[in-house]
């Protein structure tokens, strides 16, 4: 998929996924079942065990699909994620050398930051987006409004402790998108195979970005 399309996903959805499960089918059905609520990004972590295999089935499954790779530390992996397909790059923190081969390889770059010294470096890389992580425990859409104030120009997906109750705080706040993980996808339904209840949640956090756009 293209970069810009890519970018436009990310954007459009307002979502931005983190599938971390303990086990390449979970993971795999995770994503496809988030791509027929109507979510089309998946990140795929680093953690999930097989993550660079389930990045190349995604791609292969479904085109239409931004699948890209999270929790990225180093270059060899980056390079590996994207020789599987991946879209785009994250990493929690700021590893120059990950965003230089995102770059390089023609996908989004997303690096982690979290104080505004590491925002702005982050930002000066070239990055397409930068990952603020964890936000909540920096105070949540007050410290999103803090950053945009003096750095209008970074695009922020806010992620770490975004749920049900703060997602639209955190839009309204400036951020691109937020980053959902357990709250969008709970081990439990997700083990169990609950593809409805998975559905309704995907609905209810899709509502809450139309929700924050309509107010802005």
């Not at 599938?19 to 988030?34: C, G, S, V």
Request: glycine share 10%; hydrophobic share 45%; charged share 20%.
């Amino acid at each position: 998929m293209e970069r810009d399309n890519v970018k436009g996903l990310i954007e459009q959805t307002g979502l931005f996924p983190g599938i971390r499960l303990d086990k390449p089918d979970l993971a795999l059905y995770a994503a496809e079942t988030l791509f027929d609520a109507g979510i089309p990004v998946a990140e795929i972590t680093m953690t999930v065990p097989g993550a660079i295999e389930v990045i190349g089935q995604l791609v292969r499954r479904f085109p239409r699909m931004a699948v890209g790779a999270g929790t990225v530390l180093d270059e060899e992996m980056a390079r590996q994620c994207i020789d599987a397909g991946a879209c785009f790059v994250t990493s929690t923190g700021l590893v120059p050398e990950v965003v230089d081969v995102a770059l390089k390889g023609r996908v989004v770059a997303i690096p982690g930051a979290l104080t505004p010294t590491e925002v702005i470096n982050a930002w000066k890389t070239g990055a397409d987006y930068v990952k603020l992580f964890p936000t909540a425990a920096m105070g949540g859409d007050l410290y999103i409004r803090s950053l945009k104030l003096p750095l209008p120009q970074v695009k922020i997906i806010a992620a770490g402790g975004v749920n049900q109750q703060t997602a639209v705080g955190y839009l309204r706040a400036g951020a691109t998108a937020i980053g959902v993980g357990m709250e969008l996808l709970p081990r439990e339904a997700v083990a169990r195979r609950q593809s409805h209840r998975l559905h309704e949640l995907a609905r209810r956090f899709l509502g809450y970005v139309k929700e924050a756009r309509k107010a802005s």
